[in-house]
């Protein structure tokens, strides 16, 4: 019942508020422009006024009269009329034009249309178009407070189904349970299970949450409630927790369907969070988000799903079992998983019989399912841009280095000078990965310069997909990354600015090797550090005395260090290949991995007929 009158009463305040200002409009402004300026004089100053010759017309009514001055016709003075036998008389004396008005009947229907339908109607369309244009500034309609703005597909118009979702089977298995509640709900009941109330969907962009919740709905063939997050804050304070009211009660009524809401943490913060005053509509928001998700029955179908990438900031009311019961990671495809997903964006697009999804796959480490169908219709386009009607191999593995490293400057200029020390370095980076064990193969290398700034790059490819990496396996990388530096210095003499990606990389690897994974000696297994919000790929944050700091920092340098010289060493000690590989590069300006090792191999060959030398 108070629900009911809170939603009347802005209604009401709103037209005693237009009643108001027609009221103050009939009797006002409406008499200040439609009626004309007059002055009051009694009546003898209108004698003196016609026998002085200052009236030029005398208009004549029942309750009065009116002269028009005659100087200023704009005038106009009004007395009340006196039964007066001499007025006509000394009118027509001083030859004053005069009239008598009879008086018209009007409608009384007539009189109330003019007088008050025409102004209500006139601030009801005001009115109107006010909220009209204020729902468009807000998103919805401004009249409806209360009514969610949930998208609602009926049952299997999501067009989605667990086919169209590859590289996540944990999760689909997971969500199954679900799909099979809202189909047989007979044999949980039958052995006294409850099946969850909610499942939270966690994990980075682009991993396919959404996606997901959809193919549940296709599935299950239920309808699918989807709403943003961000939807139930508004503008009106108490509009969100009557929203998600409005929600739950659609929910109910269409039961069984799927309620899915997507970043979830625009409502679902947690409420300790320090922040002075607060945001009271959001923390409103939210409270009526819990006491409605413990109020509803879970055995009438209603699912409540809902995907975030920023779990560690809901509040811990919202996780507890008895709302979200389930939390389901949704991460990053592994090498299996990403060759599937390629393939799944594959099926609309004609390709070539020959594409090798393997090695895309490959290539493709630690991208999302989003990335991975950029590079598809990237490739797409490329085709079409070559004039071909099928996409080829080389097209998609293209548009993988222009997500990588953007597209190419094929008009940018280069001296031979800086083109000579770009693929010393390019060259330096490669030659220190092969001359290592524990590196991975060496895929592209190339010296064209790309629209993020990159003036050449080495690309390596792992066979296999890493989910442990050792200290030496570390270690090595960040010896690779001052590959190219060394490699300037050992050739030249002198370094350069190309390698400020490679020193931020190394020192960020190093770093880590430090504070996180506890891989050296000096801080043994203590965690110093800590990285927030992990699916966004924040920021890490020290947490360690000012001492302890400096001596992280000291450590880092001295590892990097380390690397630094192990990379020279290798140089210095294949100087003759280095100096073929890049003089190699340079006139080919892109070379593939295989004529690389090639080439390399063909050179330990010579070395190896004159004299042994060992690996490094």
Known sequence: MNDNNDKKRPLTYYYMLML??????????????????????????????????????????????AAVDKNNEKEIYVTGRVEDPELANRLMKSKVEFTQVVPKEQSPLVTFF?????????FFGLGQLFMYFMGKRMGGNAMSFGKSNAKVYVEAQTGKSFADVAGQDEAKEALMELVDFLHNPGKYKDI??????????????????????????????????SISGSEFVEMFVGMGAARVRDLFK???????????????????KRRDNGQFGGND?????????????????????????????????LDKALLRPGRF?????????????????LKVHARNVHMADNIDYGTLARATAGASGAELANIINEGALRAVKM?????????????????????????????????????????????????????????????????????????????????????????????TMTGGRSAEEVVFGSITSGASNDIEQATKLARSMV??????????????????????????????????????????????????????????????????????????????????????????????????????
């Open 20 to 65: 108001v200002l027609i009221l103050v409009f009939n009797s006002v402004i409406m008499p200040m422009f439609f009626n004309p300026k007059m002055k009051e004089v009694s009546y003898n100053n209108f004698l003196q006024m016609v026998d002085e010759g200052k009236v030029s017309k005398v208009e004549i009514t029942d309750k009065r009269l």
């Open 114 to 122: 003019t007088n008050w339908v025409l102004p209500i109607l006139i």
């Open 192 to 225: 006294g299970a409850n099946m969850p109330k909610g499942a939270l969907l966690v994990g980075p962009p682009g991993t396919g949450k959404t996606l997901l919740a959809r193919a549940v709905a296709g599935e299950a063939k239920v309808p699918f409630f």
């Open 250 to 268: 659609q929910a109910q009524e269409k039961a069984p369907c799927i309620v899915f809401i997507d970043e979830i943490d625009a409502i679902g």
């Open 281 to 313: 509509e959001r923390e409103q928001t939210l409270n009526q988000l819990l006491s409605e998700m413990d109020g509803f029955d879970g055995s009438k179908g209603v699912v409540i799903l809902a995907a975030t990438n920023r779990p560690e900031s």
């Open 325 to 341: 019961d389930r939390r389901i990671p949704v991460e990053l495809p592994d090498l299996k998983g990403r060759e599937a997903i």
């Open 387 to 479: 004039h071909r009607n099928v996409v080829e191999q080389e097209d998609l593995e293209e548009s993988i280095e222009t997500v990588i490293a953007g597209y190419q400057r094929k008009g940018a200029v280069i001296s031979p000078a800086e083109k000579k020390v770009i693929a010393y370095h390019e060259i330096g980076h490669a030659l220190v990965a092969a001359m290592q064990k524990h590196s991975a193969p060496v895929h592209k290398i190339t010296i064209i310069p790309r629209t993020n700034g990159a003036l050449g790059y080495t690309m390596q490819i792992s066979e296999n997909d890493s989910v442990l990496m050792t200290k030496e396996e570390l270690f090595n990388k960040i010896v």
């Open 515 to 616: 504070t996180r994974l506890g891989m050296t000696e000096e801080f043994d297994m203590m965690a110093t550090e800590v990285v927030a919000n992990r699916y966004l790929g924040g920021d890490a944050a020290l947490q360690c005395s000012e001492t302890t700091a400096g001596k992280i920092d000291a450590k880092v340098l001295a590892l990097i260090k380390e690397a630094h010289a192990k990379a020279r060493t290798i140089l210095q000690d294949n100087r003759d290949k280095l100096d073929v590989l890049a003089q190699y590069l340079l006139e080919k300006e892109t070379i593939t991995g295989e004529q690389f090792m090639a080439l390399l191999q063909q050179e330990q060959a010579k070395e190896a007929a004159g004299e042994n030398k060992p690996e490094v």
